[in-house]
Protein backbone atom coordinates (compact mmCIF):
# COMPACT_ATOMS: atom_id res chain seq x y z
CA UNK A 1 0.00 0.00 0.00
CA UNK A 2 1.54 2.93 -0.96
CA UNK A 3 1.38 6.55 1.15
CA UNK A 4 1.54 10.10 0.08
CA UNK A 5 3.39 12.57 1.78
CA UNK A 6 0.82 13.82 3.97
CA UNK A 7 -0.53 10.15 4.98
CA UNK A 8 3.14 9.76 6.08
CA UNK A 9 3.51 13.06 8.02
CA UNK A 10 0.91 12.04 9.88
CA UNK A 11 1.99 8.70 10.69
CA UNK A 12 5.30 9.63 11.82
CA UNK A 13 3.54 12.19 13.77
CA UNK A 14 1.34 9.47 15.33
CA UNK A 15 4.08 7.26 16.23
CA UNK A 16 6.15 10.23 17.95
CA UNK A 17 3.67 11.22 20.34
CA UNK A 18 2.46 7.67 21.53
CA UNK A 19 6.13 6.77 22.05
CA UNK A 20 6.19 9.93 24.50
CA UNK A 21 2.90 8.76 25.82
CA UNK A 22 4.61 5.44 26.13
CA UNK A 23 7.49 6.88 28.26
CA UNK A 24 5.15 6.60 31.13
CA UNK A 25 5.15 2.93 30.39
CA UNK A 26 9.40 3.14 30.63
CA UNK A 27 9.10 4.71 34.44
CA UNK A 28 6.04 2.19 35.17
CA UNK A 29 8.75 -0.44 34.61
CA UNK A 30 12.25 1.25 35.82
CA UNK A 31 10.20 2.01 38.81
CA UNK A 32 8.91 -1.63 39.40
CA UNK A 33 12.14 -3.03 38.64
CA UNK A 34 14.53 -0.30 41.00
CA UNK A 35 13.37 -2.30 44.31
CA UNK A 36 14.63 -5.82 42.64
CA UNK A 37 18.60 -5.23 43.52
CA UNK A 38 17.43 -3.14 46.66
CA UNK A 39 15.67 -5.46 48.85
CA UNK A 40 19.00 -6.51 51.23
CA UNK A 41 19.98 -3.13 51.49
CA UNK A 42 16.50 -1.51 52.56
CA UNK A 43 16.72 -4.09 55.00
CA UNK A 44 19.94 -3.11 56.70
CA UNK A 45 19.78 0.52 56.00
CA UNK A 46 16.55 0.55 57.72
CA UNK A 47 16.69 -2.21 59.91
CA UNK A 48 13.59 -3.44 58.88
CA UNK A 49 12.10 -6.71 59.70
CA UNK A 50 11.46 -10.12 57.54
CA UNK A 51 7.72 -8.55 57.40
CA UNK A 52 8.46 -4.98 56.80
CA UNK A 53 11.16 -5.55 54.43
CA UNK A 54 8.21 -6.91 52.45
CA UNK A 55 5.98 -3.80 52.35
CA UNK A 56 9.13 -1.91 51.63
CA UNK A 57 8.46 -4.03 48.16
CA UNK A 58 5.06 -4.19 48.05
CA UNK A 59 3.85 -0.65 49.40
CA UNK A 60 4.03 0.97 46.43
CA UNK A 61 1.63 -1.84 44.74
CA UNK A 62 -1.15 -0.35 46.46
CA UNK A 63 -0.16 3.25 45.48
CA UNK A 64 -0.53 1.51 42.02
CA UNK A 65 -4.15 0.40 42.76
CA UNK A 66 -5.25 3.44 43.51
CA UNK A 67 -3.81 5.60 40.67
CA UNK A 68 -4.77 3.32 38.31
CA UNK A 69 -9.02 3.33 40.18
CA UNK A 70 -8.85 6.92 40.08
CA UNK A 71 -7.00 7.43 36.51
CA UNK A 72 -9.76 6.89 34.55
CA UNK A 73 -11.71 9.35 36.21
CA UNK A 74 -9.14 12.23 36.52
CA UNK A 75 -8.77 11.68 33.30
CA UNK A 76 -12.09 11.98 31.86
CA UNK A 77 -12.89 15.19 34.23
CA UNK A 78 -9.36 16.75 33.31
CA UNK A 79 -8.05 15.08 30.16
CA UNK A 80 -5.24 12.27 29.36
CA UNK A 81 -2.51 14.54 29.05
CA UNK A 82 -2.97 16.65 32.44
CA UNK A 83 -3.43 13.97 34.40
CA UNK A 84 0.15 12.36 32.87
CA UNK A 85 1.83 15.79 33.47
CA UNK A 86 0.73 15.33 37.28
CA UNK A 87 1.61 11.73 36.84
CA UNK A 88 5.63 12.85 35.73
CA UNK A 89 5.93 15.50 38.44
CA UNK A 90 5.18 12.16 41.17
CA UNK A 91 7.74 10.21 39.23
CA UNK A 92 10.39 12.93 40.04
CA UNK A 93 9.36 13.45 43.19
CA UNK A 94 8.89 9.41 44.54
CA UNK A 95 12.84 8.68 42.91
CA UNK A 96 14.24 11.86 44.52
CA UNK A 97 12.62 10.90 47.83
CA UNK A 98 13.35 6.82 47.85
CA UNK A 99 17.01 8.07 47.94
CA UNK A 100 17.04 10.16 50.67
CA UNK A 101 14.46 8.38 53.30
CA UNK A 102 16.03 7.34 56.70
CA UNK A 103 13.31 4.76 58.19
CA UNK A 104 11.02 2.66 56.36
CA UNK A 105 8.24 5.23 56.81
CA UNK A 106 9.56 7.93 54.94
CA UNK A 107 10.63 5.23 52.23
CA UNK A 108 6.73 3.92 51.60
CA UNK A 109 5.56 7.37 51.94
CA UNK A 110 7.66 8.29 48.38
CA UNK A 111 6.95 5.12 47.09
CA UNK A 112 3.26 5.68 47.54
CA UNK A 113 3.84 7.96 45.50
CA UNK A 114 5.41 6.40 43.08
CA UNK A 115 2.97 3.70 42.95
CA UNK A 116 0.10 6.19 42.42
CA UNK A 117 1.87 7.52 39.21
CA UNK A 118 2.70 3.93 37.95
CA UNK A 119 -0.57 3.13 38.80
CA UNK A 120 -2.05 6.42 36.89
CA UNK A 121 0.34 5.52 33.97
CA UNK A 122 -0.56 2.37 33.35
CA UNK A 123 -3.91 2.92 32.36
CA UNK A 124 -3.70 6.53 30.78
CA UNK A 125 -1.06 5.70 28.64
CA UNK A 126 -2.27 2.95 26.57
CA UNK A 127 -5.61 4.75 26.75
CA UNK A 128 -4.55 7.96 25.48
CA UNK A 129 -2.32 6.21 22.34
CA UNK A 130 -5.30 4.08 21.63
CA UNK A 131 -7.39 6.76 21.40
CA UNK A 132 -5.39 8.75 18.49
CA UNK A 133 -4.25 5.81 16.87
CA UNK A 134 -5.57 4.16 13.84
CA UNK A 135 -7.60 1.05 13.82
CA UNK A 136 -4.76 -0.65 11.54
CA UNK A 137 -1.91 -0.15 13.37
CA UNK A 138 -3.25 0.79 16.77
CA UNK A 139 -2.08 -2.93 18.26
CA UNK A 140 1.31 -2.54 17.54
CA UNK A 141 1.26 1.51 18.68
CA UNK A 142 -0.43 0.44 21.73
CA UNK A 143 2.08 -2.38 22.24
CA UNK A 144 4.52 0.11 22.49
CA UNK A 145 3.48 1.13 26.27
CA UNK A 146 4.83 -2.64 27.20
CA UNK A 147 7.76 -1.97 25.20
CA UNK A 148 8.27 0.71 27.35
CA UNK A 149 7.74 -1.23 30.44
CA UNK A 150 10.27 -3.95 29.37
CA UNK A 151 12.95 -1.66 28.57
CA UNK A 152 12.08 0.30 31.56
CA UNK A 153 12.50 -2.87 33.62
CA UNK A 154 16.10 -3.72 31.60
CA UNK A 155 17.31 -0.07 32.71
CA UNK A 156 16.52 -0.57 36.08
CA UNK A 157 18.76 -4.34 36.28
CA UNK A 158 21.32 -2.72 34.38
CA UNK A 159 21.69 0.26 36.20
CA UNK A 160 21.43 -1.52 39.09
CA UNK A 161 23.99 -4.20 37.98
CA UNK A 162 26.43 -1.41 37.28
CA UNK A 163 25.69 0.56 40.25
CA UNK A 164 26.16 -2.37 42.47
CA UNK A 165 29.70 -3.56 41.08
CA UNK A 166 30.85 0.08 41.32
CA UNK A 167 29.74 0.57 44.76
CA UNK A 168 30.98 -2.65 45.54
CA UNK A 169 26.98 -3.85 46.51
CA UNK A 170 24.27 -2.12 46.78
CA UNK A 171 25.48 -0.81 50.43
CA UNK A 172 28.59 0.26 49.41
CA UNK A 173 29.47 4.08 48.73
CA UNK A 174 28.98 5.53 45.28
CA UNK A 175 29.04 8.78 43.95
CA UNK A 176 29.37 12.25 46.14
CA UNK A 177 29.12 9.61 49.43
CA UNK A 178 26.01 8.28 49.06
CA UNK A 179 25.18 4.38 48.77
CA UNK A 180 24.57 2.54 46.04
CA UNK A 181 21.08 1.85 46.63
CA UNK A 182 20.26 5.31 47.20
CA UNK A 183 21.85 6.24 43.35
CA UNK A 184 19.68 2.97 41.89
CA UNK A 185 16.39 5.43 42.90
CA UNK A 186 18.03 9.03 41.44
CA UNK A 187 18.51 7.14 38.42
CA UNK A 188 14.85 7.18 37.52
CA UNK A 189 14.75 10.85 38.25
CA UNK A 190 16.43 11.27 34.45
CA UNK A 191 13.29 9.85 32.49
CA UNK A 192 10.71 11.42 34.38
CA UNK A 193 12.26 14.86 33.54
CA UNK A 194 12.05 13.83 30.05
CA UNK A 195 8.65 12.70 30.21
CA UNK A 196 7.76 15.78 31.94
CA UNK A 197 8.96 18.24 29.13
CA UNK A 198 7.97 16.08 26.84
CA UNK A 199 4.53 15.48 27.39
CA UNK A 200 3.54 19.37 26.63
CA UNK A 201 4.82 18.62 23.03
CA UNK A 202 1.86 16.11 22.40
CA UNK A 203 -1.77 17.16 21.93
CA UNK A 204 -4.72 16.01 24.27
CA UNK A 205 -7.15 13.26 23.13
CA UNK A 206 -9.43 14.00 20.27
CA UNK A 207 -11.76 11.63 21.92
CA UNK A 208 -11.91 13.38 25.44
CA UNK A 209 -12.05 16.78 23.86
CA UNK A 210 -15.35 14.92 22.08
CA UNK A 211 -16.46 14.45 25.27
CA UNK A 212 -16.06 17.38 26.77
CA UNK A 213 -18.04 19.32 24.09
CA UNK A 214 -14.61 21.12 22.90
CA UNK A 215 -15.23 19.75 19.40
CA UNK A 216 -13.54 22.83 17.42
CA UNK A 217 -10.00 21.74 19.51
CA UNK A 218 -10.93 17.37 18.25
CA UNK A 219 -10.96 18.44 14.50
CA UNK A 220 -7.80 20.93 14.85
CA UNK A 221 -6.28 17.70 16.69
CA UNK A 222 -7.85 15.23 14.39
CA UNK A 223 -6.75 16.98 11.19
CA UNK A 224 -2.89 16.57 12.19
CA UNK A 225 -3.06 12.71 12.81
CA UNK A 226 -5.49 11.98 10.05
CA UNK A 227 -5.49 14.75 7.56
CA UNK A 228 -8.60 17.16 6.84
CA UNK A 229 -10.72 14.98 4.71
CA UNK A 230 -11.41 12.22 7.66
CA UNK A 231 -11.32 14.77 10.96
CA UNK A 232 -14.78 15.86 10.74
CA UNK A 233 -16.44 12.66 10.25
CA UNK A 234 -14.30 11.20 12.93
CA UNK A 235 -15.63 14.04 15.03
CA UNK A 236 -19.13 13.20 14.09
CA UNK A 237 -18.56 9.51 14.76
CA UNK A 238 -17.21 10.03 18.12
CA UNK A 239 -19.72 12.20 19.09
CA UNK A 240 -22.20 9.47 17.88
CA UNK A 241 -21.14 7.30 20.29
CA UNK A 242 -21.21 9.14 23.03
CA UNK A 243 -24.16 9.61 25.29
CA UNK A 244 -25.25 12.74 25.37
CA UNK A 245 -26.75 13.10 28.80
CA UNK A 246 -24.05 13.47 30.85
CA UNK A 247 -19.93 12.99 31.41
CA UNK A 248 -18.55 9.54 31.72
CA UNK A 249 -19.02 8.33 35.73
CA UNK A 250 -18.60 4.48 37.45
CA UNK A 251 -22.43 4.07 37.02
CA UNK A 252 -21.90 3.54 33.60
CA UNK A 253 -20.46 0.53 33.94
CA UNK A 254 -24.07 -1.06 35.05
CA UNK A 255 -26.56 -1.57 31.81
CA UNK A 256 -29.36 0.34 32.56
CA UNK A 257 -31.53 -2.15 30.99
CA UNK A 258 -31.06 -5.15 33.56
CA UNK A 259 -29.16 -3.56 36.26
CA UNK A 260 -25.70 -5.55 35.70
CA UNK A 261 -21.82 -5.07 35.03
CA UNK A 262 -21.33 -5.02 31.28
CA UNK A 263 -20.01 -8.53 30.22
CA UNK A 264 -16.74 -7.06 28.49
CA UNK A 265 -15.88 -5.31 32.13
CA UNK A 266 -15.95 -8.99 33.62
CA UNK A 267 -13.65 -9.67 30.59
CA UNK A 268 -10.79 -6.42 31.38
CA UNK A 269 -10.97 -7.76 35.00
CA UNK A 270 -10.09 -11.26 34.37
CA UNK A 271 -7.42 -10.52 31.86
CA UNK A 272 -6.06 -7.68 34.35
CA UNK A 273 -5.91 -10.39 37.34
CA UNK A 274 -4.72 -13.40 35.03
CA UNK A 275 -1.64 -11.26 34.25
CA UNK A 276 -0.67 -11.09 37.66
CA UNK A 277 -1.91 -14.66 38.70
CA UNK A 278 1.02 -16.14 36.75
CA UNK A 279 3.43 -14.66 38.83
CA UNK A 280 5.96 -12.68 36.53
CA UNK A 281 6.34 -9.81 39.10
CA UNK A 282 7.97 -12.66 41.45
CA UNK A 283 10.44 -12.39 38.80
CA UNK A 284 10.86 -8.57 38.37
CA UNK A 285 10.42 -7.89 41.95
CA UNK A 286 11.97 -10.54 43.92
CA UNK A 287 14.33 -11.87 41.18
CA UNK A 288 17.82 -11.00 43.14
CA UNK A 289 16.33 -12.94 46.08
CA UNK A 290 14.92 -16.02 44.08
CA UNK A 291 18.16 -16.78 42.78
CA UNK A 292 20.02 -16.27 45.30
CA UNK A 293 17.01 -19.00 47.09
CA UNK A 294 18.09 -21.33 44.42
CA UNK A 295 22.28 -21.57 44.99
CA UNK A 296 23.16 -18.44 42.59
CA UNK A 297 25.84 -15.46 44.12
CA UNK A 298 24.36 -12.05 44.22
CA UNK A 299 26.44 -10.78 41.41
CA UNK A 300 25.13 -14.05 38.81
CA UNK A 301 21.87 -13.40 40.39
CA UNK A 302 21.64 -9.13 39.43
CA UNK A 303 22.84 -10.85 35.98
CA UNK A 304 20.27 -13.04 35.70
CA UNK A 305 18.13 -10.15 36.14
CA UNK A 306 19.35 -8.18 33.19
CA UNK A 307 19.02 -11.45 30.72
CA UNK A 308 15.83 -11.58 32.10
CA UNK A 309 15.36 -8.18 31.22
CA UNK A 310 16.60 -8.47 27.33
CA UNK A 311 14.60 -11.65 26.94
CA UNK A 312 11.09 -9.36 28.11
CA UNK A 313 12.51 -6.99 25.44
CA UNK A 314 13.17 -9.11 22.78
CA UNK A 315 9.76 -11.06 22.85
CA UNK A 316 7.62 -7.71 23.19
CA UNK A 317 9.27 -6.73 19.80
CA UNK A 318 8.26 -10.18 18.56
CA UNK A 319 4.47 -9.35 19.93
CA UNK A 320 4.41 -5.97 18.60
CA UNK A 321 5.11 -7.18 15.13
CA UNK A 322 2.78 -9.93 15.46
CA UNK A 323 -0.08 -8.72 17.36
CA UNK A 324 -2.12 -6.77 14.13
CA UNK A 325 -1.32 -9.79 12.08
CA UNK A 326 -2.38 -12.65 14.21
CA UNK A 327 -4.67 -10.94 16.38
CA UNK A 328 -4.85 -10.49 19.92
CA UNK A 329 -6.26 -13.66 21.25
CA UNK A 330 -3.85 -16.45 19.99
CA UNK A 331 -1.04 -14.61 21.40
CA UNK A 332 -3.21 -15.24 24.53
CA UNK A 333 -3.61 -18.29 23.70
CA UNK A 334 -0.30 -19.30 23.13
CA UNK A 335 1.60 -17.24 25.79
CA UNK A 336 -1.04 -19.40 28.62
CA UNK A 337 0.00 -23.04 26.95
CA UNK A 338 3.56 -21.86 26.99
CA UNK A 339 3.82 -20.20 30.43
CA UNK A 340 1.77 -23.64 31.46
CA UNK A 341 4.46 -25.57 30.71
CA UNK A 342 7.60 -23.69 31.73
CA UNK A 343 6.51 -22.70 35.30
CA UNK A 344 4.97 -26.33 35.63
CA UNK A 345 9.09 -26.94 34.45
CA UNK A 346 10.20 -24.62 37.41
CA UNK A 347 8.14 -26.23 40.31
CA UNK A 348 9.45 -29.78 39.11
CA UNK A 349 13.11 -28.32 39.40
CA UNK A 350 12.39 -26.20 42.35
CA UNK A 351 10.14 -29.22 43.83
CA UNK A 352 12.59 -31.69 43.65
CA UNK A 353 15.98 -30.18 44.23
CA UNK A 354 17.65 -30.63 47.83
CA UNK A 355 18.14 -27.78 50.63
CA UNK A 356 21.46 -26.77 52.05
CA UNK A 357 21.50 -24.48 54.79
CA UNK A 358 17.99 -22.72 54.14
CA UNK A 359 19.52 -22.40 50.84
CA UNK A 360 18.12 -24.73 47.55
CA UNK A 361 21.27 -26.59 46.02
CA UNK A 362 20.41 -26.97 42.19
CA UNK A 363 22.65 -29.76 40.70
CA UNK A 364 24.28 -28.32 37.56
CA UNK A 365 21.78 -30.04 34.98
CA UNK A 366 18.98 -28.54 37.44
CA UNK A 367 20.67 -24.98 37.66
CA UNK A 368 20.60 -24.97 33.82
CA UNK A 369 16.81 -26.63 33.76
CA UNK A 370 16.34 -23.47 35.76
CA UNK A 371 17.55 -20.62 33.45
CA UNK A 372 16.21 -21.97 30.35
CA UNK A 373 12.76 -22.65 31.88
CA UNK A 374 13.20 -18.89 33.65
CA UNK A 375 13.45 -17.77 30.48
CA UNK A 376 11.30 -18.96 28.30
CA UNK A 377 8.62 -18.27 31.07
CA UNK A 378 9.49 -14.44 30.52
CA UNK A 379 9.47 -14.98 26.89
CA UNK A 380 5.70 -16.52 26.62
CA UNK A 381 4.71 -13.78 29.12
CA UNK A 382 6.96 -11.37 26.40
CA UNK A 383 4.89 -12.37 23.55
CA UNK A 384 1.25 -12.83 25.29
CA UNK A 385 -0.15 -10.92 28.09
CA UNK A 386 2.77 -8.86 28.55
CA UNK A 387 1.54 -6.54 25.84
CA UNK A 388 -1.51 -7.89 24.51
CA UNK A 389 -3.58 -7.39 28.07
CA UNK A 390 -2.78 -3.59 27.96
CA UNK A 391 -3.47 -3.10 24.33
CA UNK A 392 -7.12 -5.17 25.21
CA UNK A 393 -7.64 -2.93 27.93
CA UNK A 394 -6.88 0.39 26.22
CA UNK A 395 -9.35 -0.87 22.78
CA UNK A 396 -12.03 -2.69 24.21
CA UNK A 397 -14.54 -0.62 26.07
CA UNK A 398 -16.87 1.26 24.64
CA UNK A 399 -16.06 5.03 24.73
CA UNK A 400 -18.76 5.63 27.35
CA UNK A 401 -16.99 3.63 29.84
CA UNK A 402 -13.61 3.21 28.65
CA UNK A 403 -12.45 5.58 31.68
CA UNK A 404 -14.48 4.27 34.45
CA UNK A 405 -13.69 0.53 32.77
CA UNK A 406 -9.76 1.00 32.85
CA UNK A 407 -10.52 2.28 36.35
CA UNK A 408 -11.78 -0.89 37.60
CA UNK A 409 -9.57 -3.44 35.47
CA UNK A 410 -6.52 -1.39 36.33
CA UNK A 411 -7.27 -1.30 40.14
CA UNK A 412 -7.69 -5.03 39.69
CA UNK A 413 -4.27 -6.18 38.03
CA UNK A 414 -2.91 -3.99 40.97
CA UNK A 415 -4.91 -5.72 43.88
CA UNK A 416 -3.26 -9.09 42.31
CA UNK A 417 -0.20 -7.84 41.74
CA UNK A 418 -0.11 -7.21 45.48
CA UNK A 419 -1.37 -10.15 46.40
CA UNK A 420 1.07 -12.22 44.85
CA UNK A 421 4.25 -10.12 45.84
CA UNK A 422 2.78 -9.84 49.57
CA UNK A 423 2.25 -13.86 49.47
CA UNK A 424 5.81 -14.72 47.21
CA UNK A 425 7.62 -14.28 50.38
CA UNK A 426 5.16 -16.35 52.55
CA UNK A 427 4.97 -19.38 50.02
CA UNK A 428 8.91 -19.36 49.99
CA UNK A 429 8.84 -19.85 53.68
CA UNK A 430 5.85 -22.29 53.67
CA UNK A 431 5.73 -24.63 50.22
CA UNK A 432 9.19 -23.74 49.04
CA UNK A 433 9.84 -22.26 45.36
CA UNK A 434 8.65 -25.21 43.86
CA UNK A 435 4.94 -25.01 45.67
CA UNK A 436 4.93 -21.38 44.61
CA UNK A 437 5.32 -21.73 40.88
CA UNK A 438 2.90 -25.14 41.01
CA UNK A 439 0.79 -22.05 42.27
CA UNK A 440 1.16 -20.11 39.17
CA UNK A 441 1.42 -22.92 36.61
CA UNK A 442 -1.65 -24.09 37.76
CA UNK A 443 -3.00 -19.80 37.76
CA UNK A 444 -1.43 -20.75 33.67
CA UNK A 445 -3.22 -23.28 32.69
CA UNK A 446 -7.24 -21.82 34.11
CA UNK A 447 -5.74 -18.51 31.84
CA UNK A 448 -5.85 -20.64 28.69
CA UNK A 449 -9.39 -21.61 29.38
CA UNK A 450 -10.68 -18.40 30.25
CA UNK A 451 -9.27 -16.76 26.88
CA UNK A 452 -10.89 -19.62 24.86
CA UNK A 453 -14.52 -19.41 26.01
CA UNK A 454 -14.43 -15.55 27.06
CA UNK A 455 -12.31 -13.23 25.34
CA UNK A 456 -13.63 -12.19 21.89
CA UNK A 457 -10.91 -10.59 18.99
CA UNK A 458 -10.13 -7.12 18.87
CA UNK A 459 -7.96 -7.23 16.19
CA UNK A 460 -9.00 -4.17 12.93
CA UNK A 461 -12.13 -2.93 14.97
CA UNK A 462 -12.65 0.98 15.06
CA UNK A 463 -12.96 1.71 19.53
CA UNK A 464 -16.62 2.70 18.12
CA UNK A 465 -17.41 -0.15 17.03
CA UNK A 466 -16.73 -1.66 20.64
CA UNK A 467 -19.89 -3.20 22.34
CA UNK A 468 -20.19 -3.72 26.14
Known amino acids: MTHTPHERHNTSFIIL ?16 GVINGTVAALKEAFHSSAAASGFNVASMLLGCAGGAFLAGSLADKFGRRNVMIITALLFTISAWGSGISTSSFEFIAFRLLGGFAIGAASVLCPAYISEIAPAAIRGRLSSLQQLA ?19 HGATGHFWLGFQGWQWMFWVGMVPAIIFLVSLFLIPESPRYLVAAGRDAEANSVLTRLLGAGEAESKVVEIRDT ?13 DKATGKIFPVLWIG ?35 QNVISGAVNIASTLIAISLIDKLGRKPLLIAGSVGMAVTLGILAYVFGTSPTEAGNLKLSPAFGLYALLAA ?52 LLAGVGLGG ?16 VRSVRETKGMELEEMQG
Open 149 to 167: IVLGLFAAFLSNYLIALGA
Open 269 to 303: IGLAAFQQLVGINVVFYYGEVLWRAAGFTEANALM
Open 242 to 254: LLKDHEPRLSDLF
Open 17 to 32: ISAIAAIGGFLFGFDS
Open 375 to 426: NAYVFFFGISWGPVMWVMLGEMFPNQIRGSALSVSGLTQWLANFGITMTFPI
Open 436 to 451: AYGLYAFFAFVSILFV
